[in-house]
C-alpha cells in the first residue's frame, strides 16, 4: 500500500559535479506536514539536496517524487514549492508589497466563464488585484510585518527582510517551503526569536518544512525529524530525542553536541571496556567487537571522595571496583559547572549542577543506559598511545616495529648515529617521543609463529569472513588488539607473528618537534 | 591657506582649459564669417542656415540613424551576451571576459582595415557581389560599440544577487518572465549606460566610418556621408562649413542639458533614500 501521508519521495539520487559525488544515494521519504531538517557541515550535500527539490538542480541519478508524480526533471516554476533562500535574494527594485505579490502575479488559475451561447469555457485567468491583496495582507501579517507594505526593501532591517522573503514563499501556498540556512545572517537574539516563529508558523501553516542548517541546537530546537549527512550521505534519520541520545556512529555523536568517545570493545554480553575499566550497558554487540561508546556530558555522575589529593595507593585500594578521577578544570556555564575530570590520561567532559573543586579526587559513576554503543566502521587501527623508543623503532604496547621517523618532520633524514636531521640542519632526538601511529587494516600481514624468532606476537580471538577476505582480531599478551585483513585462513586461538612494512605505518608525533632539538 | 589658494587656481585652470575651445566655439557661432578667428558681427543667422543646409542636414540624419541603430543592435546582442556569459561556467566567461577587452584597448584603425578586408573577401568570393552598404556599416559601428555594452553590464551582474534568478522562478516565473521582470530592472542602469555609450561611440566614429561604408541611406545612390566624414570631405577643399558651429554648439548643449537633468535625478533619488532611512532610524 502507498503511503497517502507520503509528501515527497526521494529515492536513490545522487549528483555529480565534473566527477565529484556531492550527494551519493540519498533516499528519503517525507510525510505531509512535517519538519524536516538536514544538518550537517558545510559541504555536505545538504543544500545541494534542498535545489534538487525547488528545481535548480537535476539530478545525475535517482528519482523525486511528489505526491507519487515523478517531478525529477520538471523546472523550478512549475512546482508547488517555495523557497527562502540564504540571503533572501529579495528584489531589491520592488517594495514589499510588490515583493510579496510577485508570485500571485503571475499565477494563473482556471475559471469557468459561461458564453452568451450558454456554453462553459475552462479559462486560465490571472488573480484579481483584490485577491492578490488580501493574499499579500495575510502574509504580511503572518510574519507582522502589516505596516511595511510601501517600504523599499533597501530600507528594511535583515531581520525584516528574513520576514518579507518568509511572507513572499508561503503567499503562494505552497505544499513544501524549503529554507535554506534562513537564519544565517541574523544574530544570535534574533536568531533564538525567529526559531520559534518558524515553529510556530509551520504548526499554524501545517505545510512540510524541509529545512536546511549547519546549527545542530537550531535542528534539535525546531525538527520534527533530523536527517544527519556527511560527505553526500546520510549518516542518520529520526527525531531529536533519538539523533542526541542514541547516536548511529561516533560522527553523528560529534556533531549533534559536546560528548565523550572512546574506543571500546565488548568484553562479554552486555559488557564494554574503555577507560581500562569494564562497563555494564544496554546493548549488545558480539564479543570482541571493536565499537564507539559515547557518553554525553550531564549523564556522568561525580562523587567527591578526597579533596587537593593524588590518587594514592590507600585510595586505590578502597574504591579498586570503582572508577576514580581527579577534576582537571572547571568552567561555570550558568546552570551547570562543566569539568573535565583525568582518569589516567583520559579526559572526561562532565556537566554538573553541584559544585566540585579542580584537584578534587571523584568516583566517575556512568549508568548502563547512558552507555551508547554505537558500530565501528574499521579501516584503520590506531594506536593513541604509541612511542618511538632509542633505535627509532615504534613501540605500541608489547610490540615493536621499525618505522620510518622521518615523515614526523617534513624534508628530514637520518644521520649515522640515529638522529633526524631537519631541512633547517637542525638535530633531533626522538628516544621517547610519544606518537600517535596508524596502520590500515590491509597492511597487517600475519604469519604462522616461527618460536626461535625474535616476533611480535598476537593469539587471534575472533574471525569474520568478509565475502572475499578473512577479518581477524589478534590480541598480545599485554591486550593490544591488532585487526587485520587477510586472504590466508587461520583457526581461532593460533598464535601469530604479527608483521607490517615501516612505509605503511603512519605515525603522527604527539605535541611539538622543538622540543626534541639537541645540541 | 596659500596651499588652498594654489589648489583652487590649479582646479580652475584645468577647467579653463577644458570648456575653453568650446566656449569659444558657441561664441562664433553667433557671427557668419568663414575663416575661424574673425568677426562679423553678432547674429542668429547660422542658425536658420543650418536647417537649410541640405548636405549638413543629410550628414546629420544619416549619423543618428546609424547611432540609434547601431546602438540597439549592440545593447541588446551585449546584454545577452552579457547574461549569458555571467550564467555560464566559469572558464568560459573568463575566456569571453577577455576576449571583449581585447577590441577595446585594441587601435580601431586595425579594426576598420580587418572589417574592410573581410567584407572585400566576402564580396568577392562568397557573395560575388560589392559588399558596402548601410548594412557593412551597421556591422562596423557594432563591432565597435559591443564590447563597451558588454563591459558596462557585466559589473551589474557581478553586484546582484545571483540567486536573484533563481528566487523568480521559484515563484513560478518562466525563464523569460524571470529575465524580464528581474534580471533587466537589476542591470539596467548598466543597460542604459552601454547604450548611451554605444551611440557616443557612434556619433563620433570616423575611421571605422569612412572604412566601411557604401551606398544608401539618406544619401540614396551615393556614399553614406555622417557628420564626421562630410567634415573630413569638405576640408580637403574648402574651409569648414560655418554652420558646423551652430550644430556642434547645438550638440553641446543638447549634452550638457541631459548632464544637469541626470545628476539632478541621482541627487534627488539620494536624498529620498536617506530621508527613509532616517525614519528607520527614528522608529
Not at chain 1, 479559462?123 to 484579481?128: G, Q, Y
Not at chain 1, 564494554?272 to 550531564?298: G, T, Y
Not at chain 1, 593524588?310 to 577534576?327: C, M, N, R
Not at chain 1, 618460536?451 to 593469539?459: F, H, I, L
Amino acid at each position: 500500500m502507498e503511503d497517502t501521508n507520503k509528501i515527497i519521495s526521494i529515492s536513490n539520487v545522487s549528483k555529480v559535479y565534473d566527477g565529484v559525488t556531492v550527494v551519493d544515494d540519498f533516499n528519503l521519504d517525507i510525510t505531509k506536514g512535517e519538519f524536516v531538517t538536514f544538518l550537517g557541515p558545510s559541504g555536505c550535500g545538504k543544500t545541494t539536496t534542498l535545489r534538487m527539490i525547488a528545481g535548480f538542480e537535476t539530478p545525475s541519478e535517482g528519482k523525486i517524487l511528489l505526491n507519487g508524480k515523478d517531478i525529477t526533471k520538471l523546472p523550478p516554476y512549475k512546482r508547488p514549492v517555495n523557497t527562502v533562500f540564504q540571503r533572501y535574494a529579495l528584489f531589491p527594485h520592488l517594495d514589499v508589497y510588490d515583493n510579496v505579490a510577485f508570485g500571485l502575479k503571475l499565477k494563473k488559475v482556471p475559471v469557468t466563464i459561461t458564453k452568451k451561447n450558454g456554453k462553459k469555457v475552462v479559462k486560465m485567468k490571472h488573480l484579481s488585484s483584490k485577491t492578490i491583496d488580501e493574499k499579500v495582507a495575510r502574509a504580511l501579517k503572518i510574519v507582522d510585518l502589516e505596516e511595511l507594505e510601501d517600504r523599499d526593501i533597501s530600507t528594511l532591517s535583515g531581520g525584516q527582510q528574513q520576514r518579507v522573503a518568509i511572507a513572499r514563499a508561503i503567499v503562494n501556498e505552497p505544499e513544501i517551503l524549503l529554507l535554506d540556512e534562513p537564519l544565517g545572517a541574523l544574530d544570535l537574539k534574533m536568531r533564538k526569536e525567529m526559531q520559534l516563529e518558524l515553529k510556530e508558523m509551520h504548526n499554524k501553516l501545517g505545510i512540510t518544512f524541509i529545512y536546511v542548517t549547519h546549527d545542530q541546537e537550531e535542528a534539535l530546537t525546531m525538527s520534527d525529524t533530523i536527517v544527519v549527512m556527511k560527505a553526500g550521505q546520510i549518516q542518520q534519520v529520526g527525531t531529536p530525542k533519538d539523533i542526541y541520545n542514541e547516536p548511529k556512529n561516533a560522527y553523528v555523536a560529534n556533531f549533534i553536541g559536546e560528548s565523550n568517545i572512546y574506543n571500546a570493545t565488548m568484553m562479554g554480553k552486555k559488557v564494554v571496556r574503555f577507560l581500562n575499566s569494564n562497563f555494564a550497558c544496554v546493548d549488545d554487540f558480539p564479543i570482541n567487537e571493536k565499537v564507539d561508546v559515547v557518553i554525553r556530558p550531564e549523564d556522568v555522575d561525580l562523587k567527591r571522595i578526597a579533596r587537593d589529593k593524588k590518587i594514592d595507593d590507600a585510595l586505590k585500594e578502597k574504591y579498586k571496583d570503582k572508577l576514580i578521577g581527579v577534576v582537571d578544570s572547571k568552567i561555570f556555564k550558568g546552570i551547570h559547572y562543566e569539568y573535565v575530570v583525568l582518569k589516567g590520561k583520559n579526559e572526561i567532559i562532565v556537566q554538573d549542577t553541584k559544585e566540585f573543586n579542580v584537584g578534587d579526587v571523584v568516583i566517575i559513576n556512568i549508568a548502563p543506559d547512558d552507555i551508547h554503543i554505537m558500530a565501528k566502521e574499521l579501516s584503520t587501527n590506531t594506536y593513541p598511545d604509541a612511542y618511538i623508543d632509542k633505535n627509532n623503532k615504534l613501540v605500541i604496547s608489547d610490540c615493536v616495529f621499525d618505522c620510518d621517523i622521518t615523515q614526523l618532520l617534513a624534508g628530514s633524514k637520518l644521520d649515522e648515529e640515529g638522529y633526524l636531521i631537519g631541512p633547517d640542519g637542525k638535530k633531533y632526538d626522538l628516544n621517547d617521543a610519544d606518537v600517535f601511529a596508524q596502520i590500515n587494516l590491509g597492511d597487517i600481514e600475519i604469519l604462522d609463529h616461527n618460536p626461535d624468532e625474535d616476533e611480535n606476537v598476537g593469539v587471534i580471538i575472533s574471525i569474520v569472513y568478509k565475502g572475499d577476505h578473512y577479518q581477524y582480531l589478534i590480541r598480545t599478551k599485554e591486550e593490544e588488539d591488532f585487526v587485520c585483513d587477510s586472504d590466508y585462513a587461520f583457526n581461532e586461538n593460533d598464535i601469530v607473528s604479527i608483521n607490517v612494512k615501516k612505509e605503511n605505518i603512519k605515525l603522527t608525533l604527539k605535541g611539538n618537534i622543538q622540543k626534541y632539538e639537541i645540541e | 591657506m596659500v596651499k588652498k589658494i594654489f589648489g583652487q587656481i590649479y582646479i580652475w585652470l584645468i577647467l579653463i582649459i577644458m570648456y575653453l575651445p568650446i566656449l569659444i566655439l558657441m561664441a562664433f557661432s553667433f557671427t557668419d564669417a568663414v575663416y575661424v578667428g574673425q568677426w562679423n558681427g553678432f547674429t542668429f543667422d547660422l542658425y536658420p542656415r543650418l536647417f537649410q543646409n541640405q548636405e549638413i542636414m543629410i550628414a546629420l540624419g544619416n549619423t543618428l540613424i546609424i547611432a540609434l541603430v547601431s546602438a540597439l543592435v549592440s545593447t541588446l546582442l551585449g546584454t545577452t551576451g552579457a547574461i549569458g556569459a555571467f550564467y555560464s561556467k566559469k572558464w568560459f566567461r573568463k575566456t569571453i571576459d577577455s576576449l571583449t577587452q581585447i577590441p577595446i584597448v585594441n587601435a580601431e584603425i586595425v579594426m576598420a582595415l580587418s572589417l574592410t578586408i573581410l567584407f572585400v573577401f566576402m564580396g568577392q568570393y562568397i557573395f560575388q557581389t560589392q559588399l558596402f552598404s548601410f548594412w557593412t556599416l551597421l556591422i562596423g559601428h557594432v563591432v565597435l560599440s559591443l564590447p563597451f555594452v558588454y563591459i558596462s553590464v557585466k559589473p551589474k551582474l557581478q553586484q546582484m544577487d545571483p540567486s536573484l534568478y533563481e528566487a523568480a522562478l521559484d515563484l513560478g516565473a518562466t525563464p523569460r518572465t524571470a529575465l524580464r521582470k528581474v534580471l533587466l530592472p537589476e542591470i539596467l542602469p548598466g543597460v542604459l549606460s552601454g547604450f548611451l555609450l554605444s551611440i557616443t561611440l557612434s556619433l563620433d566614429d570616423f575611421i571605422i566610418s569612412a572604412f566601411t561604408r557604401g551606398t544608401g541611406l539618406l544619401n540614396g545612390e551615393a556614399n553614406i556621408e555622417t557628420l564626421s566624414t562630410l567634415i573630413q570631405a569638405t576640408i580637403k577643399k574648402r574651409p569648414v562649413p560655418p554652420e558646423m558651429r551652430a550644430l556642434t554648439t547645438i550638440i553641446f548643449l543638447v549634452v550638457a542639458v541631459a548632464v544637469v537633468l541626470v545628476s539632478l535625478y541621482r541627487f534627488y533619488q539620494s536624498k529620498h533614500k536617506k530621508s527613509h532611512a532616517q525614519e528607520r532610524m527614528g522608529r
